[in-house]
């Protein structure tokens, strides 16, 4: 079946800017993962979704960065204000059930360049 | 806090040589270990995981409580394990979140 997708796989915006990043998990996995890979680094934890609602956003830098899922399916990451450290790699993962045992699928991410 | 540290950034070695790939971790509790692994032009996927002990790929790793260490090893390198690797630990409670090292670039040399 398909797997996880993201949308826009590349996204360049001026500093200031807001932006908006959007993840499609695999059908009927109802926790959902945003992690932020920069240049050299592994992937670190933003935020997660069990359903409709955030379980756990410790990850999120400040408070321009905010993340919805308000069907329990689509998830979007938006970052107001952008500024030239958010560039990154923004990967989205979905598991089954957010279980212990749970597998994490990754989509391809979407590449954010802040000018 | 939990932490993972993968030493080397790069490896290097030749077709039929063995591998080992480091990763250290620091968790007081009693963690779950990954290695995932993203080949060129391809999503990260997940290679295995401690609780399985099974072999993927010909690649193994045992989880070693008493040196906190998860290495990644396989006795024959081939070509096609080329590819950025990434030791992960997620906690047994509560939050669901991997947290990853900084990866390290294998390169199998034909």
């Known amino acids: 079946g398909a797997g996880v997708s993201q949308t826009p796989s590349n996204k360049v915006t001026e500093k200031g800017k807001y932006v908006e990043l959007r993840c499609d998990p695999i059908?009927?996995?109802?926790?959902l993962y945003w992690y932020r890979q920069s240049l050299g680094q592994g992937p670190e934890f933003l935020i997660y979704?069990?359903?409709?609602?955030?379980?756990?956003d410790s990850g999120l830098p400040n408070d321009r960065f905010f993340a919805v899922r308000p069907e329990g399916s689509v998830s979007t990451l938006k970052i107001q204000r952008t500024e030239r450290g958010d560039s990154a790699v923004y990967l989205c993962?979905?598991?089954?059930?957010?279980?212990?045992?749970?597998?994490?699928?990754f989509g391809p991410g979407t590449r954010l360049t802040v000018l | 806090a939990q932490r993972v540290t993968q030493p080397e950034k790069l490896l290097s070695v030749f077709k039929g040589a063995p591998v080992e790939l480091k990763c250290n971790y620091s968790?007081?509790?009693?963690?779950?270990l990954f290695w995932y692994v993203q080949y060129s032009r391809q999503r990260l996927q997940l290679l295995l995981r401690?609780?399985s002990r099974e072999s993927i790929k010909g690649f193994t790793a045992d989880l070693n409580k008493g040196e906190t260490s998860f290495h990644l090893k396989k006795p024959f390198a081939q070509e096609e394990d080329s590819a950025m690797y990434y030791c992960?630990?997620?906690?047994?409670?509560?939050?669901?979140?991997?947290?990853f090292g900084q990866g390290t670039r294998l390169t199998i040399n034909p």
């Open positions: 993962a979905s598991s089954l059930e957010g279980v212990a045992k749970d597998t994490q699928y």
């Open positions: 059908s009927g996995h109802t926790a």
């Open positions: 401690h609780i």
């Open positions: 979704f069990q359903g409709t609602g955030a379980a756990d």
């Open positions: 968790y007081s509790g009693s963690p779950e």
């Open positions: 992960a630990l997620k906690v047994r409670q509560g939050a669901q979140k991997l947290v």
